[in-house]
Nanobody
Framework: QVQLVESGGGLVQPGGSLRLSCVASGSIFSRWSMAWYRQSPGKEREWVAG???????NYVDSVKGRFTISRDNAKNTVYLQMNNLKTEDTAVYYCMQGMGYWGQGTQVTVSS
């Protein structure tokens, strides 16, 4: 059984930074692509960033240049470094493993 546990969310002012972490267990982490999604109230879940098993990354246009996804296979962990946060980044952020497993989410609130 694959389990994903996100952490690192919180309240931050516009222009601030947060780093989200997602620790995976129950599978061979290095073999799978990983992704971050987010969901705001009243909106559908949105793909934010992805990283392949080989380390290739991709981002939704709205976060390019501000967010960075990375992985540490030795720690079974994927990260999302979020800089220059905007109020519209407020959402629950979820990580997803390539087989379709989801974490429980972590709340990110950007507000002054």
């Amino acid at each position: 059984q694959v389990q994903l546990v996100e952490s690192g969310g919180g309240l931050v002012q516009p222009g601030g930074s947060l780093r989200l972490s997602c620790v995976a267990s129950g599978s061979i982490f290095s073999r799978w692509s990983m992704a971050w999604y987010r969901q705001s109230p009243g909106k559908e879940r949105e793909w934010v960033a992805g990283i392949t098993s080989g380390g290739f990354t991709n981002y939704v246009d709205s976060v390019k240049g501000r967010f960075t996804i990375s992985r540490d296979n030795a720690k079974n962990t994927v990260y999302l470094q979020m800089n220059n946060l905007k109020t519209e980044d407020t959402a629950v952020y979820y990580c997803m493993q390539g087989m379709g497993y989801w974490g429980q989410g972590t709340q990110v609130t950007v507000s002054s």
